[in-house]
Every structure is written in structure tokens, then in C-alpha cells.
């Protein structure tokens, strides 16, 4: 977990190295690296020339200096990257997901139902607010430190007020 590299936004194509101008479209992205996923950044002309492989993305303007900083995340996209961190396994993923889940609780978008032990591993069984869909998540038994620490990174990378 100590290993995650987290990446501002730098007003840089990471594809390109051109700068990105305020105000630009660009593409932020998740992407896998040796030392697990890292935030870059795209400009709208290389992603759509090249097409960078990525874990999970999305499209953005680059603010103004002055401009009060904006969510770009909302709600729907962490519960399509929750959704899609279901069937990973490696641990720092799990650990991800697992915070990803206590923020979306925090946001009422999951309700915490149950839990139960499977091969020695806590699950905890979440209901999505408002339906009859049930997810399940591995508690990774992380401590608050670790929790605090991995959701400012979670919305380093997002960008996001979580």
C-alpha cells in the first residue's frame, strides 16, 4: 500500500509531453504500472489518435488557476469503478475497493446488510440504496490509518472531494 505513487494533475499529456492548456479537455486515467495503478493525464488530440491503454478513465477540463476546484467525479463513475474492481484479487486492488466501498456507504449510495467469514476472510455483504442488488467485498482488515490514507489517495487520483 505504501508503494502507490499518486499524481496531481500537471497540465501535461503524459502520452505527448505537451502542455494542456486551462480550460483544455483532457483525459485523466487510471493506469497499470509495475508499481500498480498510477493517475495520468491525456490531451483530448493524443487519446484519440492513440488510444493508451488504461484501467478506467475520464474526460475533464484542466480549471483555470484562479477557478475553485471542481469535483469531476461523480457518483455513477465510483460505482462503475467499484463495479469493476470486483473481480480483481490483487491486495493493494482489494484494499482499494474496500475503501471505495466504505465512501460510497458514506455517500448512501451502499448499505452495509451483513457479514459472514469465507476461508478465513471477513465479507461483508452491501445492498445498493435503493434496490435489490447485493455486492460483496472483502474486508481487508485495514487499519483507520490505512483507510484515511488510501481515501485521500482515492480522491488524489480522482480528483474528487471524498
Known sequence: MDQWE?????????????????????????????EGLQRRDFSADYW????????????????????????????????????????????????????????LMRKRLLKYDSKRTEDGAEIWRLRVTGGREMIDVLNPDLDEEQIARLSSQIGQILQADI
Not at 9 to 17: D, E, I, K, R, Y
Not at 64 to 69: G, R, V, W
Open 6 to 34: 499518486i499524481n496531481k494533475p500537471l497540465g501535461q499529456c503524459s502520452g505527448s509531453g505537451k502542455v494542456i492548456e486551462p480550460g483544455q479537455e483532457y483525459f485523466g486515467a487510471l493506469v497499470q504500472t509495475e
Open 48 to 103: 484519440e489518435k492513440e488510444k493508451p491503454e488504461v484501467y478506467c478513465f475520464w474526460k475533464t477540463r484542466l480549471p483555470h488557476p484562479e477557478q475553485k476546484k471542481q469535483i469531476f467525479v461523480d457518483d455513477e463513475m465510483l460505482m462503475a469503478f467499484f463495479e469493476r474492481l470486483a473481480a480483481e484479487t490483487e491486495r493493494q486492488r482489494l484494499e482499494f475497493r474496500f475503501v471505495l466501498g466504505l465512501i
